[in-house]
């Protein structure tokens, strides 16, 4: 199993071993997420052009949970000439894998392994990610504490993962009042029912689990538990070709008809029509209705503010970029708001107009001109009249 994406390097490519668990008893879920991560990793520097010009070739080997086979894949992989080692997930497998590592002197970086002590000497061949199992056991420890529990059983395997472990809670409980317990999950009753389905078929836990529940809820399944004379508590399973009972399926209110949305009105006015004669101008400037709906008000500022049809439509359309544009509606609305001119100033107010004189008139006693509404007599013949009256 390979990554992709090699055909376009020229020189050879340089192999990383991969230790994943994809096979039962191995944790296969955590495999594949392992495998996912480090694929999405030499994806990633091959993208970016490999490391000195050479592409990172994923070479994975399936360890199963089996530290022997951790041990057996690492010697493969060392004789097939990889550059170095990273995965695994279950941390008594990482412990074997990083001995065989050590021994072989080939670099190993080891993902999820928590032992504090992945080798029985310090070694520059080994590295790891995740925290040391005395960190994160402590902080269980705290927890646990904190919530008020002294009192702590821990069911177990035997394994160096679990005796680690339960020794790190019992050495950090004990000064603090607490006491561990230690359960052996052998002796504890069987387990559930679908791990060993679980072990012939592809399927994982959940999904087995899952189809059980199904089963059970359609009527071909029950599980009843049972208390034997000795105390033991089991549960008890009993298949049926022909559901035992009747499965009512619930009725659900139909939902009403869902409502039509209205139509939405077509764009109209000097505003709509201008931005849709854009794409007769330029076709990269064709516009959808929505965003002809979206553009318009805009426009239509720059027309309240006096500017012409023909000068907003040039401002758009003039100096346009060389290369594609991909979001018109964007560049255009960029446009009207960046260039948006100052409104027109205001008009001085008109000042009143002065009265218009009379016309000229000829005084009917002297001749003489005068202005007046009306022909008569000037000033000077109407005084005369009056002192001689």
Known sequence: MTSQ??????ASAARIGALVPLTRPGWVEAGRHLLAGLQLAVDGVNGAGGIAGRPLELVVRDTA?????????????????????????????????????????????CSSGVLDALTEEPTQWVA????????????YADFLLGAGHRRIAVATEPSAYWASGTGILRDHLAPRGGTVTELDLRALGPRRDWHPR??????GEIRIAAALRELETHGYLTRAKERLQSGRVVTRTVSYNKPHRPVVPERRPASPPPRPEPAAPKPDGPAADLLTGLRALDSRLLLSERDVHRLAPQVSAWLERGVPATAVQRTLTTGLPQDPIKHPAAFLAHRLTTLLPPPLPTAPPIAAAAPRPHPLQTCDGCDRAFRAARPGRCRDCRTGERKAA
Do not use: C, I, Y
Request: positive net charge; proline residues 4%; without cysteine.
């Open 5 to 10: 994406n090699l055909g376009r390097f020229d």
């Open 65 to 109: 949970a089996d530290p022997r086979k951790a041990t057996a894949a690492v010697a493969e992989l060392a004789h097939l000439g990889v550059a170095a080692l990273a995965g695994e997930f279950h941390s008594v497998v990482a412990r074997a894998a990083a001995t065989e590592a050590h021994a072989l002197g080939v670099p190993f970086l």
């Open 128 to 139: 790891r990610l995740a925290p040391a199992q005395s960190h994160g056991w402590r902080l």
């Open 198 to 203: 679980a072990a012939k078929f592809r399927e």
